[in-house]
Nanobody, 123 residues
Framework: QAQLVESGGGLVQAGDSLRLSCAASGRTFSSYAMGWFRQAPGNEREFVAAHRRFGGVTYYADSVKGRFTLTRDIAKNTVYLQMNSVKPEDTAVYYC????????????????WGQGTQVTVSS
């Protein structure tokens, strides 16, 4: 059974850095486009970052552009989200997801989801 498992979340202070990992198992996701979303309490799940199915271009939400970086290690079947200069408004549960097709910023386009990892940024 295909599975995505996030890790790396925690409690950090504003301005700190954090790296989230998303390990895939049960199948090879090399042909999938990977993305990160987040959801804060009372808010809808929102797009954070994603890349194209076969790489080449990475998209970021305006709120994280210049601070967050999505990378992928195909050999390890793992995707990362490097979060630098974090802010209190980055506090949320972060989810990684995989899609074959569809709009990169739409959660509905994603076929597989992880269980999420909590990131809390204190001021």
């Amino acid at each position: 059974q295909a599975q995505l498992v996030e890790s790396g979340g925690g409690l950090v202070q504003a301005g700190d850095s954090l790296r989230l990992s998303c390990a895939a198992s049960g199948r090879t996701f090399s042909s999938y486009a990977m993305g990160w979303f987040r959801q804060a309490p009372g808010n809808e799940r929102e797009f954070v970052a994603a890349h194209r199915r076969f790489g080449g271009v990475t998209y970021y939400a305006d709120s994280v552009k210049g601070r967050f970086t999505l990378t992928r290690d195909i050999a390890k079947n793992t995707v990362y989200l490097q979060m630098n200069s974090v802010k209190p408004e980055d506090t949320a549960v972060y989810y990684c997801a995989a899609r074959i097709s569809g709009t990169y910023y739409s959660a509905d386009a994603y076929d597989y989801w992880g269980q999420g990892t909590q990131v809390t940024v204190s001021s």
